[in-house]
């Protein structure tokens, strides 16, 4: 990828848009601008505008079922020709031979060795373990280190790590088990250049890790198409009910808004000082 630092940030719709990621991609890392369930091609178009005089390397993040309906957006994200494509949460594999005839590098999420296995067989470059601590959706069958060395076992793709790391020891402990990078989503959602709503923010900021939950509530109310087993994993609000600020486990040790390069240099020095002591 040309990265200088193993993180790339989870590409978050409402909270990754271009802004985000081209301040991840100056700082050492892989930058990805993420598209959710309502995403459009002008949403794309315009965050891509952001991303215009940037010469680093990005990427770009998009929900199968959501590019399914709209497939302008996997057009767009070809044309534009991005150092990676995360397509995730499909069981419909011909988008990565297009990506491939398009000289595009690939990646998916997965919770299980079996999708990991079945992402192989398709043709796929690059995996995203993406343990039942992560925010927003995903399947919740597995924790992210079990998950994470279960998969690094099984393939020999690189393999990054997602869920609930928000800490220079989390994205220590993930790059010493053999992670290739740190696919890291809440730790960005309150950084300066996120696109996250005000309130949103102050939200995730005030929250404790144990302040979340898994549903599917929101989604079936907006009638997006997510499947029943993916649901989404939420903040709660001081009664225990959920609210609709996606946010995973790591939550509880987010609690400044920084810059981008402030949180990345927090994060990999102290996962380095780490490393180091323990080898």
Do not use: K
Not at 9 to 34: C, E, H, K, Q
Not at 102 to 112: H, K, L, S, Y
Not at 253 to 261: F, G, H, I
């Amino acid at each position: 990828m040309g990265i200088d630092v193993p993180i790339v940030n989870a590409p978050m719709g409402g909270a990754a848009g271009g802004r985000l990621a081209a301040a991840v991609s100056v700082a050492g890392g892989l930058g990805m601008i993420g598209m959710g369930s309502s995403a459009t091609a002008e949403q794309l178009r315009r965050e891509l505008a952001l991303l215009s005089e940037l010469d680093r390397p990005f990427g770009i993040g998009l929900v199968h079922w959501v590019m399914t309906e709209r497939p302008d957006l996997f057009d767009i994200a070809l044309e534009t020709g991005p150092a990676l494509l995360s397509v995730s949460f499909g069981d419909d594999w011909a988008w990565v031979t297009r990506a491939h005839g398009a000289g595009v590098t690939v990646a998916t999420q997965v919770a299980t060795v079996e999708d990991a296995l079945r992402a192989v067989d398709a043709g796929v470059d690059v995996l995203v373990a993406r343990g039942a601590e992560g925010g927003g959706h995903g399947r919740p069958v597995l924790g992210t280190l079990p998950l994470l060395t279960a998969v690094l076992d099984a393939v020999e793709l690189p393999v990054l790590a997602a869920g609930g790391i928000a800490s220079p020891r989390g994205l220590a402990a993930v790059l010493a088990a053999g992670a290739g990078a740190a696919w890291l989503g809440t730790v960005f959602t309150t950084c300066v250049e996120a696109s996250t709503p005000p309130q949103a923010r102050d939200q995730l900021l005030a929250a404790a890790g144990e302040n979340t939950t898994l549903t599917t509530e929101f989604d079936i109310r907006a009638g997006y198409h997510w499947p029943a087993d993916i649901p989404e994993r939420v903040l709660t609000d001081p009664t225990g009910a959920a609210t609709p600020v996606n946010a995973g486990q790591g939550v509880g040790m987010v609690n400044q808004s920084l810059t981008v390069a402030e949180t990345m240099s927090r994060l990999s020095w102290g996962a380095e000082a780490l490393l180091r002591r323990w080898s």
